[in-house]
């Protein structure tokens, strides 16, 4: 019986990197389409989706089995809730990246606005943070998880800057009003997918040390402590 505990476990890791495989890919190649122009890859990129889809639901399921079948306790039962939720973040990327492809496919004018506002500066940091909470996680590095859940506040304020210049553009030419609106739906995705890869992080942090963290708009990590928190009516 702890045999198979164990193989299942070892399953559930092997997917779930997997799963982060893809998803990186994914998230790459949504940025290669919008900063290019590449609408043969945007589409590839929707078209894959449903195979970031059908993975999701085979760890939610096999996370599901391995609670109904064994009784997982301390280290064990934490990659169980860790392997939950980063199966939840990483099919959220990958929702994001299928959304920034479908956005250069509406919009075929976008690359040269990406180009004049310097976005890839922005998707540059992004990837770093997916890809970085991805190997935070394969590797069982906390250390590597905190540095990247820091970056999160840089991104935060490339974005805004970003946001703030493409706000600028659409007074001054009404011309780029289309596809400035494309712009801020990309800038709010990939803004988005930073706070799922920070996310990612946490709950290595939680896996590996035991501990809830998040970090602050100062970039200081904060220790939760939920025993100390107020239930809400």
């Known amino acids: 019986m702890h045999r198979s505990f ?8 092997t997917r779930l990197i997997r799963m982060g495989s893809i998803v990186e890919e994914q998230v790459e190649f949504s940025f290669r389409a919008v900063l290019k122009g590449d609408e043969q890859i945007a589409r590839l990129v929707m078209e894959r989706d449903d195979k970031v889809d059908k993975l999701d639901m085979k760890i939610d399921k096999q996370c599901q089995k391995i609670f109904a079948l064994h009784q997982p306790v301390a280290s064990d039962l934490r990659l169980l809730l860790a392997a939950l939720k980063i199966n939840n973040e990483l099919e959220r990327i990958g929702d994001l990246a299928f959304n920034i492809s479908r956005n250069l496919l509406e919009q ?5 606005l990406a180009e004049k506002l310097g976005l890839e500066r922005l998707t540059q940091g992004v990837h770093t943070m997916v890809k970085g909470s991805l190997d935070a996680f394969v590797n069982n590095d906390p250390t590597l998880a905190y540095q990247i859940m820091r970056t999160d506040n840089h991104i935060d304020s490339l974005t805004k ?4 210049d493409t706000i600028s553009l659409m007074k001054q030419d009404s011309t780029v ?3 400035a609106v494309g712009m801020l739906m990309v800038l709010r995705n990939l803004e988005r997918m930073a706070d799922q890869s920070a996310n990612v992080c946490e709950n290595v942090i939680f896996l590996v040390e035991a501990k809830l963290v998040r970090v602050n708009h100062n970039g200081e990590e904060e220790q939760l402590n939920p025993d100390n928190e107020k239930d809400e009516d």
């Not at 164990?6 to 890791?13: I, V």
């Not at 075929?108 to 040269?112: D, E």
């Not at 800057?161 to 703030?164: A, K, L, Q, S």
Request: charged share 40%.
């Open 6 to 13: 164990e193989d299942s476990l070892d399953k559930l890791r």
């Open 108 to 112: 075929p004018t976008l690359p040269a």
């Open 161 to 164: 800057e970003i946001f703030r």
């Open 177 to 179: 009003i289309d596809p």
